[in-house]
């Protein structure tokens, strides 16, 4: 498994033109809770392995997750699109629905669906 860094980032956010310091917390990231998170969420769109074949389909179709596209992503950049949504995409934003440290552990879980 990729072992998962996170660091500090600075990101331009669209729309803003500011910059801001995106962190994890001092929060453990926990692959466990994050699997269970994304089988209770984020497996109606992803699907059981993450490749965007779940039950909902969506033009532009789900991201898959284990592409090299998603996988090469920087942390913060996955974060974000978790956290605020991916605009022209279903991908809400899910702020409202999980805290930042659920956030990063579905993401130290999505780390792992990378191919071997």
């Not at 089988?39 to 532009?60: A, N």
């Amino acid at each position: 498994m990729k072992s998962v860094l996170i660091g500090v980032v600075i990101l331009a956010f669209a729309g803003g033109g500011g910059l801001k310091e995106l962190t994890a917390s001092s929060h453990e990231q926990d692959v466990v809770s994050g699997r269970v998170i994304y089988s209770t969420i984020c497996i109606r769109c992803h699907g059981i392995d993450g490749k965007g074949e779940g039950q909902m389909k969506f033009t532009p179709p789900a991201a898959d997750l284990t592409s090299a596209a998603v996988q090469s992503k920087l942390d913060a950049r996955l974060f974000k699109s978790v956290h605020d949504g991916k605009s022209n995409t279903a991908m809400g934003a899910w702020r409202e629905v999980l805290s930042d440290d659920e956030i990063w552990d579905v993401l130290a879980y999505v780390r792992t669906l990378a191919p071997q």
